[in-house]
Structure formats: C-alpha cells, structure tokens
C-alpha cells in the first residue's frame, strides 16, 4: 500500500463549472502525476510534480491546472469543465527504485462526469 | 519520441491456455520496462519490471523478458485463470527521465 488517497472518488458536475479533484500521498514521494484514462487512449498524462511548487505539462494539459503546496497533496482543478474531461482521473507516485527504476503506484482513480 | 505500442484486444481465453500480449518499444534513452494490470473498478497494479537488457521480470506466474534487440517485453503465461481476467498495461520510463508511457492497454477475458 503506497498509501495514496483521492477525493472525491465520484462527481457529477455540470459544463462550465470549475472542479477540484485531490491526491494526497503519506509516504513524502518527491513525484507525484496525474493521468486520465479513457477507452481505446489507455492513459495519457495530464500534469506532474517533482517536488513543491515544481510541475510540468504532460501531452493532455490544456484545460487543466495543478498545485502542489506541499509534499503530500497534489491538486488537479479543471477551471471550467466541459464535457470532453469527462472520464477517470489517476493519481501516481513515483517511488525510489534504484536509479530511475521505481515504478509508479497508483490511486484508486476518480470518476468524473461532466453534464 | 518515446512510445509503447501493444496488442489490440478483447483476448478472450480459455481457463489453462497460454497467454501472450506483445508490446515493443520505442525510446530515446535506456529504457526500464513495466507491465501493470488493472483490475475492474480499481487502478493500476505492477505486475512485473526488468531494468535492463535481457532481464527477466516475473510475478504470479506471469514472465516477461526485456529484449533490446527486438525493443520488445512480451507478457506470457503457461496456463491463464479466471481471476487473470483484467486489462493489461505495457509502459516504460526512460531512465535520465521523469515521465512513464503507457500502451493503450489489452483486455483479457478467461472464461472456465
């Protein structure tokens, strides 16, 4: 258990609304990602961390942000949403595999529909 | 650019047969290799790395080998069950690099 906790794990939301989904770590990992799942894509990364107040865009950043003002929690805000981000969202830590080697251990995935 | 590239699915099998899913790679750097497996309703789970040429990365009788030849890490199984039923991730990470790429993923289906 890497100790990697989402909120919330279901929402409904309407376009145009700003939404919030948040990942919080236990184990003080430097790196922290964000990642959406969705049929016949597998995952693409959104946004990730290496440390606080450090991130950098993945190749589906447009129409998301992030923030990290702490170690533990990695914020993933969706400022007007639209029914396109409709899907599940992954959090991921990176831990500290010899070298580059460590594998990345995943949260249980928020689910988020947009109306 | 740095790429994962797996079999299509739905597989659908019978419980006891082989299972292969290929997946080749293209990377930059020196690559280390994973397979995740993911679960219905849960994320995703390691199943199995190897970090380096002809490492054989093994766990829960699944066996995958890192053939750089081939940029390929096939995921075998000599006799799959039904609890193997999941969808299965090929993806690398360069190792002078930050981010993981994943394949699309292959759905398997074991029936008894």
């Known amino acids: 258990d890497a100790g990697i906790t989402q909120s919330p794990r279901h929402k409904v939301t309407e376009t145009g609304t700003p939404v919030t989904l948040r990942c919080h770590q236990t184990e003080n990992h430097r790196y922290m990602y964000w990642y959406r799942q969705d049929p016949g894509h597998g995952l693409r990364l959104i946004h990730y961390s290496y440390g606080v107040k450090d991130t950098d865009k993945g190749e589906v950043s447009d129409g998301y942000s992030v923030s990290r003002s702490k170690t533990e929690d990695f914020l993933l805000t969706l400022e007007s949403a639209t029914s396109s981000q409709t899907s599940v969202y992954f959090c991921a830590i990176k831990g500290t595999g010899t070298g580059n080697t460590g594998e990345l251990f995943f949260g249980e995935g928020s689910r988020l529909t947009v109306l | 650019g740095d790429s994962v590239t797996q079999m299509e699915g739905p597989v659908t099998l019978s419980e006891e047969a082989f299972l292969t899913i290929n997946c080749t790679y293209t990377?930059?750097?020196?690559?280390?290799l994973f397979w995740y497996v993911q679960y219905p309703g849960e994320g995703l789970q390691l199943l199995l790395k190897a970090t380096k040429a002809d490492d054989k990365g093994s766990n829960k009788g699944f066996e995958a080998t890192y053939r750089k030849e081939t940029t390929s890490f096939h995921l075998e199984k000599g006799s799959v069950q039904v609890s193997d039923s999941a969808v299965y991730f090929c993806?690398?990470?360069?190792?002078?690099?930050?981010?993981?790429?994943f394949g699309t993923g292959t759905s398997l289906t074991v029936i008894p």
């Open positions: 990377a930059t750097g020196y690559p280390s």
């Open positions: 993806a690398l990470i360069i190792n002078t690099g930050n981010q993981f790429y």
